[in-house]
């Protein structure tokens, strides 16, 4: 015959196994929520980082001949690699500097001719224009003078002209990177209060 004792044990034996159960399930539950949140944890993050560097991924974006191009436009005719990245504002700033060694080169190479012109009559005993006002040694620097900045005005305009190529192609890089809100750089200036002098400041913030 089955006594009391027995029966309270098994009771208890029944009530422990049902606890253990009723433990794992509890567990099991709270792990599968944990390994839930992590999962879309990670998605989030991949997903945002995929959103940072979608400007490597996408083609249109990212075009490794654009600076090529911006380049060869400008080549071919002054201020059109400006035009081809858009900086229409540039156009006016590459023409007024082109043509303002294109002038001091005419204007240099007219008054160059003259006093050349001047210089070998009054070698030949011809009457010249400038008979009445300068001498022969005056003649002849006037022609080296202007010569030197006859020149001189020619190399800037090739400068210049290879300047706006070269200014072109690194504006076309540039404008393919990514420009972050993270990062901020802001110019300032200050005074020192002990020597009660202006000088130039410089920040440069990083946020994560």
Not at 125 to 130: K, L, N, P, R, S
């Amino acid at each position: 015959m089955v006594s009391k004792k027995h029966i309270i044990a098994c009771l208890l034996l029944l009530l422990s196994f049902q606890y253990s159960i009723s433990q794992n399930t509890t567990d099991n539950n709270t792990k599968e929520t944990e390994n839930k949140a992590n999962a879309e944890r990670l998605v989030a993050e991949a997903e945002e980082e995929k959103t940072d560097n979608s400007f490597l991924l996408d083609e249109d974006y990212f075009n490794p001949l654009s600076p090529a191009k911006a380049a060869f436009y400008s080549a071919v005719l002054p201020g059109l690699g400006q035009a081809y990245n858009k900086r229409y504002w540039k156009i006016p700033i590459v023409y007024g500097a082109l043509a303002s060694s294109l002038y001091y080169y005419s204007i240099n190479n007219t008054s160059y001719k003259r006093y050349r012109k001047a210089f070998k009559q009054r070698t030949a005993g011809e009457i010249d224009e400038f008979y009445n006002t300068f001498s022969l040694a005056s003649l002849e620097n006037a022609q080296q003078v202007l010569r030197r900045n006859r020149d001189t005005s020619l190399l800037t305009f090739i400068g210049l002209y290879a300047l706006q190529i070269l200014e072109a192609s690194i504006d076309a890089h540039l404008l393919q990177f990514n420009m972050s809100d993270k990062i901020s750089f802001d110019p300032k200036l200050m005074r020192n209060q002990w020597s009660d002098q202006n000088y130039v400041g410089l920040s440069i913030n990083l946020n994560f």
